[in-house]
């Protein structure tokens, strides 16, 4: 079993930013990939960004490309999603998720493709 913890979530006006955290615990972090989500009120939950189980590559949905960077210390059991020039649409729960990296990845950009999860952070954005 792997623990999430989320942190970081909050009130921004747009254009502000925000850095979110996941620690976790329980097994050993660096043999996770992990991936971010968000799911707003009466929408499917939806992929972010994703990175892989050293930090070597990074992946992000079109509609926070080159805003949101995604990133681990692995030392730390520490993933963090580093927000910049927040929009009204970013607002959502957002989640930080963990599967095995040795394992058979499945979908890596859908929630079928984790097996842990975090319990969420809000994050509301103001126009």
């Known amino acids: 079993q792997v623990q999430l913890v989320e942190s970081g979530g909050g009130l921004v006006q747009a254009g502000g930013s925000l850095r979110l955290s996941c620690a976790a615990s329980g097994r050993t972090f660096s043999n996770y990939r992990m991936g971010w989500f968000r799911q707003a009120p009466g929408e499917q939950r939806e992929f972010v960004a994703r990175i892989t189980w050293n930090g070597g590559s990074t992946d992000y949905a079109d509609s926070v490309k080159g805003r949101f960077t995604a990133s681990r210390d692995n030392a730390k059991n520490m993933a963090y999603l580093q927000m910049r020039s927040l929009k009204p649409e970013d607002t959502a729960v957002y989640y930080c998720?963990?599967?095995?990296?040795?394992?058979?990845?499945?979908?890596?950009?859908?929630?079928?493709?984790?097996?842990?999860w975090g319990q969420g952070t809000q994050v509301t954005v103001s126009s």
């Open positions: 998720a963990a599967a095995n990296a040795f394992q058979p990845s499945g979908n890596v950009y859908g929630p079928t493709g984790y097996q842990y």
